[in-house]
């Protein structure tokens, strides 16, 4: 009786269906990460400059409404939110690379496509919809629950 052969590894990941879990959620997880970090950047510095009085009420401009009501104690509630949907994004890109908690990594994406929880909304929208892509795919959920 001939000896079954195993499977080839690919990438350090246990192959699921012919695709790498590992290498399938790398590159997406990789661009959440970056979106979580940038991020964190725009939100510290917003908070940051709303504390020093320098937010968008400050910035003067024919309609002075909107940027009056983004400025101040309501400026820096919208900052601390957009910094925790931020940090929220990096550990959920984190686990989604390492394959562990599917709930959170799902999260991430989603929390990643708001404006207020990233700081840079025309890259969070694509990395959202790709990790979310990605994650719903039967042989990457099936990766999560091993």
Not at 99 to 103: H, M, R
């Given at each position: 009786m001939p000896e079954e052969t195993p499977a080839p590894e690919l990438g350090g990941g246990d192959v699921v269906g012919g695709v790498d879990p590992q290498?399938?959620?790398k590159n997406p997880a990789t661009f959440l990460l970056v979106v979580g970090g940038i991020g964190v950047l725009v939100a510290l510095i917003s908070l940051l400059m709303n504390l020093l009085g320098a937010g968008l009420g400050?910035?003067?401009g024919g309609d002075q409404a909107a940027g009056a009501m983004l400025s101040g104690g309501i400026g820096i509630v919208f900052?601390?939110?957009?910094?925790?949907?931020?940090?929220?994004?990096?550990?959920g890109s984190l686990k989604m690379k390492n394959?562990?908690?599917?709930?959170l990594s799902m999260a991430a994406a989603i929390i990643a496509m708001l404006p207020i929880a990233s700081g840079c909304?025309?890259?969070g929208l694509p990395a959202g919809i790709w990790c979310i892509i990605v994650l719903m795919k039967p042989e990457i959920k099936a990766a999560f629950k091993q």
């Open positions: 290498d399938a959620v400050a910035a003067g900052a601390i939110l957009g910094a925790i949907g931020s940090v929220v994004v990096i550990l394959l562990e908690n599917y709930g909304c025309l890259l």
